[in-house]
């Protein structure tokens, strides 16, 4: 299992080759803001400190079992941090919509 760790540079992930057919490229350890994911209906802004390989040649994120699954925790963890903040928002859309 590849650990993650919040706040020192990751050894432990390393180059892998890109699991997209036919490119051919290296999915390269990247840890940026601006990634956001869908969790829940709504899109969640992965902490810049999480590494997520990412393909040199056609851009996609490419995720082990394991990865994803850390991914998933860290989703549910950022919702929760900020339900009251996304329960908010709901509640204007849906007041507008009606």
Known sequence: MR????HAPNTDVRSIPCAVEGCGGLAVPT???????????VHINIPKNFVIPK??????DIFTDD?????????????????DMIKG???KHEAKAQ
């Open 3 to 6: 650990t993650l760790r919040p």
């Open 31 to 41: 840890a940026k803001d601006g990634r956001f994911y869908e969790h829940r209906g």
């Open 55 to 60: 393909c040199n040649v056609c851009g996609m």
């Open 67 to 83: 990865l994803y699954q850390v991914l998933l925790q860290v989703l549910e963890t950022e919702y929760v941090l900020h339900a």
């Open 89 to 91: 928002i709901r509640a």
